[in-house]
């Protein structure tokens, strides 16, 4: 069960801690400079299917606080999350910001996705999109925006002359949008869009983690070609965060919104050993092996709650020998396990 050259992180680079030279990096391709962990904003929406829990909207005001008041300095947020309510409440929590201080810090991005309505992904909700997230993100000029799962589309559709990828990109040509990014999933359908050399930034999700490698050919293409990239969803939707199973807490058993296969489930208890041996827990070593890769400019993890930010931070603060690292590698599920095993 090892991964092959392509699937393995080159060169790795220093965990960087938090305030520290290479905490806050350049994103390529868009003169931003974003921190080495940004707060994702999906569960800030509450979405009890897919979480498992509710977020009440007070509780993610003070949690976007939390962040602001951190070194973190990159949100990301969607469209679609909840129904616009994940981009409400971040709005919300940015209000209070300016309430307390006066002003938004200068260097914090939000980031944020055009998505589409009712199976309407045209040209002209992408625009209604982008004026939606202003809106409610209550800012003027939105920094960088991505085209959110494009897979679930027609690429001919979506690509054609005056479709939504012609508006995103007018968006940016105009000043409206400062950059544009590409988000999604599947690797082969991703590649598809990444080859039209017209994305700033690309985002990948649950495939590039300590028990998945789709990615790999794809972040290698990417930073061939100075394309900024972002690692999301680390944990795999939570199996990559349990440390310690109960009676009242079952190991978990979904890994990217699906069952996972029972070598993935073999390899996570493994890692959970591994970690156990190590002194410290399968989520640190989740989060650290993204921020290691000197091509992930800026790590994705979700956030819900205020503590949650300073355990993030905690996690990039504990150093993994390369003895760590060489033995997770050698769990790494086959190929046939990942979410994309032809990618």
């Not at 300095?73 to 307390?100: C, H, K, P, Q, V």
């Amino acid at each position: 069960m090892t991964a092959s050259a392509l699937h393995r992180v080159p060169e790795p680079a220093p965990v960087p801690a938090p305030g520290t030279p290479g905490w806050t990096r350049p994103l390529p391709g868009t003169g931003l400079a974003v921190s080495a962990v940004c707060a994702g904003g999906s569960p800030l929406g509450s979405m009890p299917g897919v979480f498992g829990y509710e977020v009440a909207a007070e509780r993610a005001v003070e949690t976007v606080l939390a962040v602001l008041e951190s070194p973190v300095r990159f949100l990301d947020t969607a469209n679609g999350y909840s129904d616009g309510e994940s981009e409400r409440r971040i709005g919300r929590g940015l209000a209070a910001y300016r309430e307390r201080h006066g002003a938004l810090p200068d260097d914090v991005v939000v980031a944020t996705k055009v998505d589409p309505r009712d199976g309407d992904y045209s040209a002209d909700r992408v625009r209604r999109s982008v004026d939606e997230s202003r809106e409610r993100l209550g800012l003027d000029r939105l920094p960088l925006v991505h085209l959110h799962d494009p897979e679930n589309f027609d690429f001919a559709d979506l690509t054609a002359r005056g479709g939504a990828l012609d508006a995103l990109l007018a968006l940016r040509e105009s000043g409206e949008v400062g950059s544009v990014g590409l988000a999604g999933g599947p690797v082969p359908e991703m590649r598809r869009y990444l080859d039209l050399g017209v994305f700033d930034v690309l985002l990948v999700h649950n495939r590039w983690t300590l028990v998945d490698r789709s990615a790999g050919s794809l972040i290698a293409a990417a930073a061939a070609r100075g394309t900024g990239v972002l690692n999301a969803a680390v944990y795999g939707g939570g199996i990559l965060a349990q440390q310690t199973p109960s009676a009242d807490r079952p190991s978990a058993t979904r890994y990217g919104y699906r069952e996972a296969p029972p070598e993935t489930l073999a390899a996570v208890d493994g890692l959970r050993a591994l970690c156990a041996r190590h002194g410290t827990t399968l989520a640190t070593a989740a989060l650290q092996f993204s921020a290691r890769d000197p091509r992930v400019v800026s790590t994705i993890v979700g956030v819900s709650r205020p503590d949650r930010v300073a355990q993030t931070l905690e996690a990039f603060r504990h150093e993994l020998p390369a003895s760590f690292w060489q033995e997770a590698g050698e769990l790494v599920p086959s190929a046939q396990a990942w979410l994309d095993p032809t990618a």
